[in-house]
C-alpha cells in the first residue's frame, strides 16, 4: 500500500473516532487537564516561592503582625511538611495530568500504536512549559511577595495531608538516617555571619547614604584589625624630654600643638609619664615653669599591648572614661600611640585639624601619580587611592618597601611592590622619606563566551 494511501486511511480513521466522539467529553476533559495544570503550575510556584523566600524579612513582618508571613515562618520551621505538601500535590497532579492525557489520545486517535507516545510529549510540553518553568521562574522573582499569600493556602492543606505526610515521612527518614543527612539545622545556623552582614551592607546601598555606609562597613572591620594598625609610630609622637633645658621645655609646654604629651627621661622608651598641657601652660607662658612642677603634673602612662582589637580598646576606653594609650610589642619596646580620636576617626574618616607637618590627604594627580609620606600607613593609603596593599604585614609604606628590598634603598631607586609601581625620591636618617607612587592600570577583560 502506498505512503499516500496510508495518510489518508489514517485521516478517515481520525475523523470518523472524532465524529463519534462526544464534544462535551472531549471539552470537558480538556477543561480538566487545564486546570490540573495551573494547579501542577500553583504547587511548583509555591516550592519555589517558599523556599527563595528572606527569612529575615518574613520575620520582620511577622513581628509587625503580617498573619501571612507568620504562616510563612510556621511552615518554613518545618521544612519536611512543607515540601511533602508541596510534593505530594505536585505529583499527585502530574500523575493525574498524563493519565488524562493519554486517555484523550487514545479516544482522538483511537488504537494506534504512537498514540501514546504523541501523548506522553504533548503531556510533558505542557507540564514543562505551564506547570514547571513560568510557574517557577514566578516565584523566583517574587518571592517575599508570593510567600505571605500562597501560605493562607498551603497551611490548611498541610494539615489535611498530614497523614499521607506522616506515612510518607516513615520511609524518608530511614533513608535520610542512612545517609546521615538527618540533622536539623539550628538557630544558629540561620544567624548572619559578619561577612554576609557586610555583604547586604554594600548590595543596600541604594537605600543607605554612602556616609551611614561606609561607618557601618568600617566597624565591622574592627574586629579584625588592631591598635597596631591605626597606631601614630613612636618617631612621630610629639614628645618631652626631661633632659632637655629646662628654657626649651617652657617654650614646648607653651607652643605644643597637642592637649597631652609624652614625657620620657632620656631615651624615647624611658617613658615616665603623659603631661596634660592645660595643668601648666600658664606657668610655661609666665615663664615660672620648674622641673618639679613638671614630675608633679605627669599622670602615670597606660600601656596596650599590639595585638589588641581596636573594638576591644574602644570598649576600653568607653568605660575607664581614657583618651590615650601606649603601644607596646611583647618584650614591652614602645611601639607607637593610639588615641580616642584615631578609633573614631577609623570609623567615620578624618574629623579632626592635623598637625603641623603631619600628614594631608593624599590624591593622585592627573598624570596618576601621587607623592606620599614613607611614614604613611597603608590603610590610609589604601583607603584615600583605592589601593589594595597588603596590610597583614608591615604598618607603613616605609616598612612595606624595606621588606620588599631587605635593605635600605637609594633616592632614584624603582621598584614594582605589590603590584604598584614605587619610585623612592628622598630617603633620610635610615628610612625612606617620599615616595612617588603610579596609580596601577586596570585591565578590563572580557568573560562573556561568544
Same mark, same amino acid.
Given at each position: 500500500?502506498?505512503?499516500?494511501?496510508?495518510?489518508?486511511?489514517?485521516?478517515?480513521?481520525?475523523?470518523?473516532?472524532? &465524529?463519534?466522539?462526544?464534544?462535551?467529553?472531549?471539552?470537558?476533559?480538556?477543561?480538566? *487537564?487545564?486546570?490540573?495544570?495551573?494547579?501542577?503550575?500553583?504547587? /511548583?510556584?509555591?516550592?519555589?516561592?517558599?523556599?527563595?523566600?528572606?527569612?529575615?524579612?518574613?520575620?520582620?513582618?511577622?513581628?509587625?503582625?503580617?498573619?501571612?508571613?507568620?504562616?510563612?515562618?510556621?511552615?518554613?520551621?518545618?521544612?519536611?511538611?512543607?515540601?511533602?505538601?508541596?510534593?505530594?500535590?505536585?505529583?499527585?497532579?502530574?500523575?493525574? /495530568?498524563?493519565?488524562?492525557?493519554?486517555?484523550?489520545?487514545?479516544?482522538?486517535?483511537?488504537?494506534?500504536?504512537?498514540?501514546?507516545?504523541?501523548?506522553?510529549?504533548?503531556? &510533558?510540553?505542557?507540564?514543562?512549559?505551564?506547570?514547571?518553568?513560568?510557574?517557577?521562574?514566578?516565584?523566583?522573582?517574587?518571592?517575599?511577595?508570593?510567600?505571605?499569600?500562597?501560605?493562607?493556602?498551603?497551611?490548611?492543606?498541610?494539615?489535611?495531608?498530614?497523614?499521607?505526610?506522616?506515612?510518607?515521612?516513615?520511609?524518608?527518614?530511614?533513608?535520610?538516617?542512612?545517609?546521615?543527612?538527618?540533622?536539623?539545622? /539550628?538557630?544558629?545556623?540561620?544567624?548572619?555571619?559578619? #561577612?554576609?552582614?557586610?555583604?547586604?551592607?554594600?548590595?543596600?546601598?541604594?537605600?543607605?547614604?554612602?556616609?551611614?555606609?561606609?561607618?557601618?562597613?568600617?566597624?565591622?572591620?574592627?574586629?579584625?584589625?588592631?591598635?597596631?594598625?591605626?597606631?601614630?609610630?613612636?618617631?612621630?609622637? #610629639?614628645?618631652?624630654?626631661?633632659?632637655?633645658?629646662?628654657?626649651?621645655?617652657?617654650?614646648?609646654?607653651?607652643?605644643?600643638?597637642?592637649? =597631652?604629651?609624652?614625657?620620657?627621661?632620656?631615651?624615647?622608651?624611658?617613658?615616665?609619664?603623659?603631661?596634660?598641657? =592645660?595643668?601648666?601652660?600658664?606657668?610655661?607662658?609666665?615663664?615660672?615653669?620648674?622641673?618639679?612642677?613638671? =614630675?608633679?603634673?605627669?599622670?602615670?602612662?597606660?600601656?596596650?599591648?599590639?595585638?589588641?582589637?581596636?573594638?576591644?580598646?574602644?570598649?576600653?576606653?568607653?568605660?575607664?572614661?581614657?583618651?590615650?594609650?601606649?603601644?607596646?610589642?611583647?618584650?614591652?619596646?614602645?611601639?607607637?600611640?593610639? &588615641?580616642?580620636?584615631?578609633?573614631?576617626?577609623? *570609623?567615620?574618616?578624618?574629623?579632626?585639624?592635623?598637625?603641623?607637618?603631619?600628614?594631608?590627604?593624599?590624591?593622585?594627580?592627573?598624570?596618576?601619580?601621587?607623592?606620599?609620606?614613607?611614614?604613611?600607613?597603608?590603610?590610609?593609603?589604601?583607603?584615600?587611592?583605592?589601593?589594595?596593599?597588603?596590610?597583614?604585614?608591615?604598618?607603613?609604606?616605609?616598612? *612595606?618597601?624595606?621588606?620588599?628590598?631587605?635593605?635600605?634603598? #637609594?633616592?632614584?631607586?624603582?621598584?614594582?611592590?605589590?603590584?604598584?609601581?614605587? #619610585?623612592? *625620591?628622598?630617603?633620610?636618617?635610615?628610612?625612606?622619606?617620599?615616595?612617588?607612587?603610579? =596609580?596601577?592600570?586596570? &585591565?578590563?577583560?572580557?568573560?562573556?563566551?561568544?
Amino acid at each position: 500500500m502506498s505512503a499516500a494511501a496510508s495518510s489518508l486511511k489514517w485521516c478517515s480513521a481520525a475523523a470518523s473516532n472524532l &465524529t463519534n466522539m462526544e464534544s462535551g467529553s472531549l471539552s470537558s476533559n480538556l477543561l480538566i *487537564l487545564g486546570v490540573l495544570l495551573i494547579c501542577s503550575g500553583f504547587f /511548583s510556584m509555591a516550592e519555589t516561592a517558599m523556599m527563595s523566600s528572606n527569612r529575615h524579612r518574613l520575620r520582620i513582618a511577622a513581628k509587625n503582625g503580617s498573619r501571612g508571613a507568620r504562616l510563612a515562618n510556621a511552615l518554613l520551621a518545618q521544612p519536611d511538611r512543607l515540601l511533602g505538601v508541596v510534593l505530594l500535590g505536585n505529583t499527585l497532579l502530574n500523575a493525574a /495530568s498524563a493519565a488524562l492525557t493519554s486517555y484523550i489520545a487514545l479516544e482522538f486517535f483511537g488504537s494506534e500504536g504512537w498514540a501514546l507516545e504523541a501523548g506522553t510529549l504533548a503531556v &510533558t510540553f505542557c507540564l514543562l512549559v505551564f506547570s514547571e518553568m513560568t510557574p517557577k521562574v514566578v516565584g523566583a522573582t517574587y518571592p517575599d511577595w508570593l510567600s505571605p499569600r500562597i501560605s493562607f493556602i498551603l497551611a490548611p492543606l498541610a494539615r489535611i495531608a498530614y497523614p499521607a505526610i506522616w506515612f510518607v515521612n516513615l520511609f524518608v527518614n530511614p533513608i535520610l538516617k542512612l545517609l546521615r543527612l538527618d540533622k536539623k539545622p /539550628s538557630e544558629q545556623d540561620s544567624v548572619m555571619s559578619p #561577612e554576609e552582614l557586610r555583604a547586604l551592607v554594600i548590595e543596600s546601598g541604594q537605600f543607605i547614604p554612602q556616609q551611614h555606609q561606609a561607618i557601618l562597613i568600617n566597624l565591622f572591620d574592627l574586629e579584625d584589625i588592631t591598635v597596631e594598625d591605626i597606631m601614630t609610630p613612636r618617631g612621630e609622637i #610629639e614628645a618631652i624630654d626631661l633632659q632637655t633645658p629646662l628654657a626649651e621645655l617652657q617654650e614646648q609646654v607653651a607652643t605644643g600643638f597637642h592637649s =597631652r604629651l609624652l614625657v620620657h627621661d632620656g631615651e624615647p622608651g624611658n617613658v615616665v609619664g603623659i603631661l596634660q598641657l =592645660r595643668r601648666l601652660i600658664n606657668a610655661a607662658f609666665d615663664g615660672e615653669l620648674s622641673l618639679e612642677e613638671l =614630675r608633679g603634673a605627669l599622670v602615670e602612662p597606660y600601656f596596650i599591648p599590639a595585638s589588641t582589637p581596636v573594638y576591644d580598646q574602644l570598649q576600653f576606653f568607653q568605660e575607664n572614661r581614657q583618651r590615650l594609650g601606649l603601644v607596646v610589642d611583647e618584650y614591652g619596646e614602645l611601639l607607637g600611640l593610639v &588615641t580616642l580620636d584615631d578609633i573614631i576617626e577609623e *570609623l567615620i574618616g578624618k574629623f579632626t585639624t592635623g598637625a603641623p607637618g603631619g600628614h594631608h590627604a593624599v590624591r593622585w594627580d592627573d598624570e596618576g601619580n601621587a607623592l606620599v609620606d614613607g611614614a604613611r600607613t597603608l590603610r590610609s593609603l589604601n583607603r584615600e587611592l583605592g589601593l589594595e596593599l597588603p596590610v597583614d604585614g608591615p604598618k607603613t609604606l616605609n616598612g *612595606l618597601i624595606l621588606e620588599h628590598f631587605e635593605d635600605i634603598p #637609594e633616592a632614584g631607586v624603582s621598584a614594582k611592590v605589590a603590584g604598584v609601581t614605587m #619610585e623612592i *625620591l628622598q630617603t633620610q636618617d635610615r628610612r625612606i622619606k617620599v615616595v612617588k607612587v603610579q =596609580r596601577p592600570v586596570v &585591565t578590563i577583560t572580557n568573560d562573556i563566551a561568544h
